[in-house]
């Protein structure tokens, strides 16, 4: 199978506000494939109906060719998720945590080796609420792989994490990668998106409005550096000009 997430005219509104506007993508296996767009452009919205967990008003999508809400139980195993988010016990520890995570999946990954991969290998026996933003971020990264999955979606990867950890994330990513893991992630920062992708999509308020390679997306545009070139597409320069 070559193509391990498909979405084809995929809309979603709430109310009168049309969030996603006919978004179709695919993404192959091995592949990482960012989708790039402002505050607001309808990224989150995409994932979430690509995961099931909000309905479309419209379009088909499958992962792994399965349908995301009626073959829910047999995606769990295959689809790492990486939240924003969490709602954890106040008290719980990290080993904790992970250890209840492992436990929902058949081949969990080891998590002792992931913790240390991702810097907060001596951070086990703190509390999760203890950790700081950058560290939480990491953890979070963590329970997205414990399952081993084929697909993982990591949401504003490297938000809030410092130079290195971002460094570490990204060599860990591309080491996952190798071994044919797929990864679908957004990020505001362009040096991550060149580093990592190998397909951007562009969204701007729900419509998209580039798709294609890093490199195409700057040689289809008046300039030479990326992240010139996203904010020539997303137009978030002139409006930045605007605000002087
Ligand atoms: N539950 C909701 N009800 C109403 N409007 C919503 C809801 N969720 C999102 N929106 C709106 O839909 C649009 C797209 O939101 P979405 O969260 O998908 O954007 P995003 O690209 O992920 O943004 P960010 O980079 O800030 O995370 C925004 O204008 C947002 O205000």
């Known amino acids: 199978m070559k193509e391990v997430i498909k979405v084809e005219q995929l809309t979603k509104s709430y109310g009168n506000f049309i969030a996603v506007d006919n978004v179709s993508l695919s993404v192959s296996r091995g592949m990482v494939f960012g989708l790039l767009g402002a505050n607001g452009a309808g990224k989150s919205t995409t994932i979430e109906c690509i995961l099931g967990t909000k309905n479309p008003d419209s379009g088909q999508v ?39 995570t492992a436990s929902l999946y058949q081949n969990p990954l080891n998590y002792i080796e992931l913790l240390m991969e991702f810097g907060i290998g001596d951070k086990q026996k703190s509390l999760v609420k203890d950790l700081s933003g950058g560290q939480r971020q990491r953890l979070f990264i963590v329970l997205a792989l414990i399952p081993n999955p084929e697909v993982v979606f990591l949401d504003e990867l490297t938000t809030g994490l410092d130079a290195k950890a971002r460094r570490d994330v990204w060599k860990t990513l591309m080491r996952l990668k190798e071994k044919g893991l797929t990864i679908l992630l957004t990020s505001h920062f362009m040096d991550e998106v060149e580093a990592l992708c190998d397909r951007i999509c562009i969204l701007k308020k729900g419509r998209i409005v580039f798709e294609g390679t890093v490199l195409e997306a700057v040689n289809s545009s008046p300039c030479d550096k990326f992240e010139d070139a996203y904010l020539w597409y997303t137009d978030e320069e002139e409006e930045a000009n605007e605000n002087l």
């Open 62 to 100: 499958s992962i792994l060719e399965l349908n995301p809400k009626a073959d829910r139980k047999s995606l769990f195993e295959k689809v790492g998720v990486q939240f924003q988010e969490m709602n954890y016990q106040e008290q719980i520890k990290v080993s904790e945590l992970c250890e209840v």
